[in-house]
């Protein structure tokens, strides 16, 4: 079946820093992959997504890359802002339209 | 601008008193799913629809049903919620094409059961 690992949280960073949250599927065939934010007391926003090996999703300055051989799409930013704290969730869909969520990451970015 | 809405964002009931959260969309999309979300947890889909086709989850409930009266809403109703069931509660929607199908969430419903 289709699994999502992500790393545990709270990630605590100070501003300015460099973010990187990892996730990993277990998935058959060709997945799209996703990050979705949710910022506190909010529904889930779509940050980014890559449908195809190779494929770089980009949004809000966040960047993460499908690596087929690797199993892995982890979430970058160069230098995280205050309002960048929120939880990070990491998700697949496979040959339909489920998604499948990882445990999600908890960003908290002090001044 | 096209959305998903939900109402209300916060609802508050009592122990195995019936609610109704309602969702409502823009977008025009034929699918449209029910999630719930307990402390900043994956979100757990409890079902869905394509149009008006049904699909319930295996491991939802009894207790949480479904309509789906037209192409724009959708509720969620629970006939004696427990405290258990106090969460977030989202509504999402996406197409049915081929390939990957973004999702859109609405804004969620905060359900407290006292």
């Known amino acids: 079946g289709n699994s999502v690992t992500q790393m545990e949280g709270p990630v605590t960073l100070s501003e300015e820093a460099f973010l990187t949250i990892n996730c990993t599927y277990t998935a058959t065939g060709y997945p799209s992959l996703f990050w979705y934010v949710q910022y506190p007391g909010e529904g889930l926003q779509l940050l980014l997504k890559?449908?195809?090996?190779?494929d770089k999703g980009s949004n809000k300055g966040f960047e993460a890359t499908y690596r087929k051989e690797t199993t892995s799409f982890h979430l970058e930013k160069g230098s995280v802002q205050v309002s960048d704290s929120a939880v990070y969730f990491c998700?697949?869909?496979?040959?339909?339209?489920?998604?499948?969520f990882g445990g999600g990451t908890r960003l908290m970015v002090k001044p | 601008d096209a959305m998903v809405i939900q109402n209300p964002r916060y609802q508050v009931t009592q122990f195995g008193k019936p609610v109704t959260l309602s969702c409502s969309q823009t977008?025009?999309?034929?699918?449209m799913y029910w999630y719930q979300q307990k402390s900043s947890q994956a979100p757990k889909l409890l079902f869905h629809?394509?149009?008006?086709?049904?699909?319930n989850e295996a491991d939802t409930p009894d207790n949480f049903q479904s309509r789906r009266p037209n192409t724009s809403f959708c509720f969620l109703d629970i006939r004696s919620p427990g405290l258990g069931d106090a969460a977030m509660y989202l509504c999402?929607?996406?197409?049915?094409?081929?390939?990957?199908?973004?999702?859109?969430f609405g804004p969620g419903t905060r359900l407290t059961v006292l």
């Open positions: 999402a929607t996406s197409t049915l094409t081929r390939g990957y199908n973004e999702q859109f």
């Open positions: 890559a449908t195809k090996a190779d």
């Open positions: 998700a697949l869909n496979n040959a339909g339209n489920m998604l499948t």
């Open positions: 629809y394509y149009d008006k086709d049904f699909n």
């Open positions: 977008l025009n999309h034929n699918v």
